[in-house]
């Protein structure tokens, strides 16, 4: 087991090497890459549902589809403000707000 971990050791310093020698900070662009590309999956997902509130066939699980736009909404907004990603960061940055704004009309208190 000692032979495991001196090679995970060395493997990990091979990493670093390539790395810090290409530009500082390597790894924290490349972590800040995967937040923003989860960040795009949840925007992809958060039309998917918008888009489905819009057809006729989702119209019996209509509220759930509107409590799910609200949560994926909430998720995106904490998400966005804990790793502090501003709006040009993201491909998919701009989701349509309107269709939040158009289920309100919907909700029953």
Same mark, same amino acid.
């Given at each position: ?5 001196h ?34 999956t /949840? ?5 998917? =549902?918008? &888009?489905?509130?819009?057809?006729? @066939?989702? !119209?019996?699980? %209509? ?5 799910? /736009? ?5 998720? =995106?907004? &904490?998400?966005?403000?804990?790793? @502090?990603? !501003?709006e040009? %960061? ?12 158009e289920?309100s ?5």
């Amino acid at each position: 087991m000692k032979n495991g971990h001196h090679r995970e050791g060395h493997h990990g310093e091979r990493g670093r090497g390539r790395e810090g020698g290409r530009s500082r900070g390597g790894a924290k662009t490349f972590r800040r890459g995967r937040v923003i590309a989860f960040l795009e999956t /949840l925007q992809v997902k958060r039309t998917t =549902i918008a &888009e489905q509130l819009k057809k006729p @066939e989702f !119209q019996s699980i %209509e509220q759930i589809l509107i409590g799910e /736009l609200k949560a994926i909404d909430m998720v =995106i907004d &904490e998400y966005k403000n804990l790793f @502090e990603i !501003q709006e040009d %960061e993201t491909a998919t940055d701009s989701f349509p707000e309107a269709d939040t704004k158009e289920e309100s009309g919907h909700e029953e208190h």
